[in-house]
């Protein structure tokens, strides 16, 4: 970003302290100025871009991460801009949703996971073992054993439910609206022209519907792959 608005800066400064030119070189100035406005709308994007980014990872991230976040940030972007992108595929004319597979979600899913777990190991050290195997000390002791036995099965059925809720939710959420896209585009051929033009309209909205789904599947994925990875750091049992 910085470099593309130097580069827009560097020329535009050359165009103005320019004498002025001779008939043989407006075209040059002509493309020049034209560089310049194509230089400038990529300082847009970039800017637009870089604004996303600090928003997800000072309001997203590193809030529900807590302290010491920095180094899930990089995993953390990539989830989101990777499940944003594949969305957005979806969109293409003659493209597909790869998060509408279970299995892309499912890797997803068990990534997260997996930096989930490798947290709440680093963060907690033996203290991790208390995440499965529930023993709470301040339980009168005949009750401990017997709360061990009942809350560690279902321990560790919370800690399996996540990335199953990751992915779950994502593929459904994924799904459902092209289903829906595809049933009303099938009523076209079904009934003719008719009434084509009202599925017509109806597709359209969702298609647009479509587009804010994306975004905000990608952004609730990242929030509770932050949330969960807060959680295990933090983990007092």
């Known amino acids: 970003c910085l470099l593309v608005r130097g580069v827009?800066?560097?020329?535009?400064?050359?165009?103005?302290?320019?004498?002025?030119?001779p008939p043989v070189l407006l075209h040059q100035r002509r493309l020049q100025q034209r560089f310049i406005e194509r230089l400038q709308h990529l300082a847009m994007g970039a800017n637009a871009i870089e604004a996303m980014i600090l928003y997800i990872r000072n309001e997203v991230i590193l809030?529900?991460?807590?302290?010491?976040?920095d180094g899930f940030v990089p995993y953390?972007?990539?989830?989101?801009?990777f499940i944003l992108t594949l969305n957005l595929l979806g969109l293409v004319?003659?493209?597909?949703?790869?998060?509408?597979?279970?299995?892309?979600t499912a890797t997803l899913?068990?990534?997260?996971?997996?930096?989930?777990?490798?947290?709440?190991?680093?963060?907690?050290?033996?203290?991790?073992?208390?995440?499965?195997?529930?023993?709470?000390?301040?339980?009168?002791?005949?009750?401990?054993?017997?709360?061990?036995?009942?809350?560690?099965p279902v321990e560790m059925i919370g800690k399996l439910t996540k990335p199953f809720?990751?992915?779950?939710?994502?593929?459904?959420?994924?799904t459902a609206g092209h289903i829906v896209v595809l049933a009303l585009m099938g009523l076209i051929f079904e009934f003719g022209n008719l009434i084509s033009g009202a599925p017509l309209v109806m597709a359209t909205l969702i298609m647009v519907l479509e587009l804010f789904v994306a975004f905000l599947q990608a952004f609730i994925?990242?929030?509770?792959?932050?949330?969960?990875?807060?959680q295990i750091r933090e983990a007092h049992h």
């Open 93 to 104: 004319p003659y493209g597909a949703t790869a998060t509408g597979n279970i299995s892309v």
């Open 63 to 69: 809030p529900n991460v807590g302290h010491h976040g």
């Open 8 to 21: 827009a800066v560097a020329v535009q400064k050359n165009y103005r302290h320019t004498a002025q030119p």
């Open 165 to 174: 809720a990751l992915a779950i939710r994502l593929f459904a959420n994924m």
């Open 109 to 152: 899913a068990i990534l997260t996971f997996l930096t989930v777990e490798i947290a709440g190991i680093r963060a907690n050290g033996l203290g991790y073992l208390n995440t499965i195997f529930y023993w709470n000390n301040e339980l009168p002791a005949a009750m401990r054993p017997v709360m061990f036995l009942i809350m560690s």
């Open 221 to 230: 994925f990242t929030l509770l792959s932050s949330v969960f990875i807060g």
């Open 76 to 81: 953390l972007l990539t989830a989101f801009f």
